[in-house]
């Protein structure tokens, strides 16, 4: 039996909730999985999960067996990439993560830039409006917007984006421009569904922050169908200011309540710790960095 195999299955399954999900994600027969995992627990003589309607329970032994397995293979992962010259050399893969539209506006053209200086570096980029776990899905590099609550990943400020506040002049034309943040009890919203973290409608007035929504009239569970939608005339939506400047500089968006707008969001780059840090992830930091903080500025 391969023993780092059998604990990269069951650790896609614990981590996945189930049998079924964990071979989805794998992208193995549930038949497979199942054999690999019972395989293990015959080879240790413990039982590790406990197969429930619900998905699956781990045993303690299996809590503890999962946590030495997590670690044993972050190791091994280390140990492969010194001896391939990784932390040494401009080689080898990057996987790196951005909010969608940050990415597709800000990040992408950076990175391919990096790509044509560096040919021997591969990089995946993943763009999704949801927080990647930087171990669980081997991300070397996320970018991140809003306040950050692992501490013990190494941050690096760019900058911050504004939260925005708009509408179309045809649906202000027809409804009414909010003069204060109380005014939007009356007016129709765009709302977000599916989001692990969805935009705050969050005012401030005299150093106190408050929140108000307008009624939901429309509810979506992307960004760019808001904005959509906000074009369209339907109604009021709370989005981030990169997402949208275009549009508020042709004047196809009129921007509302401005000076009741919340403190605007950090913007950072972050990484897991590391010594030493790989020589790929150090020079993709020190690349990006500086023009992330110049387009941030402008």
């Known amino acids: 039996m391969d023993r780092f195999e059998a604990m990269s299955i069951l650790l896609a399954v614990v981590e996945a909730g189930s049998l079924s999900a964990g071979a989805r994600r794998l992208g193995a027969p549930l038949a497979t999985v199942s054999r690999k995992v019972a395989d293990l627990e015959k080879h240790l003589g413990a039982r590790l999960v406990l197969r429930t309607r619900r998905g699956l329970a781990m045993t303690e032994e299996g809590r503890a067996f999962v946590a030495a397995s997590r670690r044993i293979l972050e190791e091994l992962d280390v140990a492969e990439r010194q001896a391939s010259g990784e932390y040494r050399a401009l080689r080898g893969g990057l996987h790196v993560t951005a909010p969608i539209a940050f990415g597709e506006r800000h990040l ?164 897991a710790p590391a010594d030493p840090l ?6 993709f930091l020190d690349w990006i960095a500086p023009r992330l903080r110049a387009q941030i500025a402008c």
């Open 278 to 283: 790989p020589l790929k992830v150090r020079c």
């Open 108 to 271: 992408l053209p950076i990175v391919m830039e990096f790509l044509k200086e560096h040919p021997d570096i591969n990089l995946r980029l993943t763009l999704a409006d949801r927080q990647l776990s930087l171990a669980d899905e081997h991300v070397d590099v996320a970018l991140r917007i809003g306040h950050l609550t692992d501490s013990a990943l190494i941050a690096t400020r760019l900058g911050t984006v504004r939260r925005v506040l708009c509408a179309s002049p045809d649906y202000l034309a027809r409804k009414g421009v909010p003069d204060q943040p109380d005014d939007l009890a009356q007016h129709d919203g765009i709302s977000f569904q599916g989001f692990a973290t969805a935009p705050e409608w969050r005012y401030r007035r005299d150093g106190v922050a408050f929140s108000i929504e307008p009624r939901a009239k429309l509810s979506v569970n992307t960004t760019q169908a808001a904005i959509q939608a906000a074009l369209a005339g339907i109604g009021i939506v709370r989005v981030l200011s990169y997402q949208i400047s275009d549009h508020l500089r042709s004047g196809a968006l009129q921007e509302l309540l401005t000076e009741f707008a919340p403190e605007p969001l950090p913007v950072n780059v972050i990484h």
